[in-house]
């Protein structure tokens, strides 16, 4: 940073402070500042830019990982957005390879999440309230449709009350507190 111009020299430090000493933020930073005519540095700023360049399918995705909040099985994912296997596969590959998500493995059944927690309010804080309730509404329904369900029914109420339908969380609430019980 010493070699750069004064002016320059006060850019760097300042995408490095909002990096947070992060070298894919700061990339990031570095890529958004240089490729666009912005005065913006701002890692999220950055970061949503990018994502609005992507396909529609591949940001959609990222758009549902980031709204779930926790990891959430590869399949689910695909269901929610009614994709095929190969194609969130592809779609997913592509992210991680962005360094956009971290994903523990290729089968349906491993978990996808964001690839850091600020990757994921960057994403989660952009996605307009309409959409983000239908992601919560379509993970909901995808977990109470299928096994999935079965293995975490508080996220199953989580997304239910995210989609702003608060009985039947309630509800579901009240059936999975006695089978709690017992397993304490």
């Known amino acids: ?10 850019e760097a430090e300042s995408l490095v402070g909002e990096a947070g000493g992060h070298p894919m933020f700061l990339h ?6 240089t490729g666009t005519r ?3 540095s701002r890692f999220e700023d950055a970061l949503w830019a990018r994502v609005l360049r992507m396909e529609h399918q591949a940001r959609r995705v990222l758009e549902l990982v980031a709204v779930a909040g ?6 689910v994912v695909g269901q929610a957005l009614e994709l095929e296997p190969p194609t969130l596969t592809k779609l ?9 998500v971290r994903i523990g493995g290729t089968r349906m059944m491993d978990l996808v999440e964001p690839y850091h927690d600020r990757v994921r309010e960057a994403i989660a804080a952009r996605v307009p309230e309409p959409r983000r309730r239908r992601y919560h509404e379509r993970l909901a329904d995808v977990l109470l449709a299928s096994k999935h369900g079965g293995l975490d029914p508080l ?4 997304h239910l009350e995210a989609a702003g339908a608060v009985q039947h969380a309630g509800e579901l609430a009240m059936q999975a507190a006695p089978r709690a019980e017992d397993k304490l």
Do not use: F
Request: no cysteine; hydrophobic share 45%.
């Open 38 to 40: 912005t005065t913006s």
């Open 155 to 158: 996220a199953a109420i989580r």
């Open 1 to 10: 940073i010493a070699m750069l111009a004064p002016d320059r020299e006060a």
């Open 92 to 100: 997913l590959g592509e992210l991680r390879g962005s360094s956009l």
């Open 70 to 75: 926790a990891p959430v099985q590869q399949g």
């Open 28 to 33: 990031e930073l570095a890529r958004h500042v």
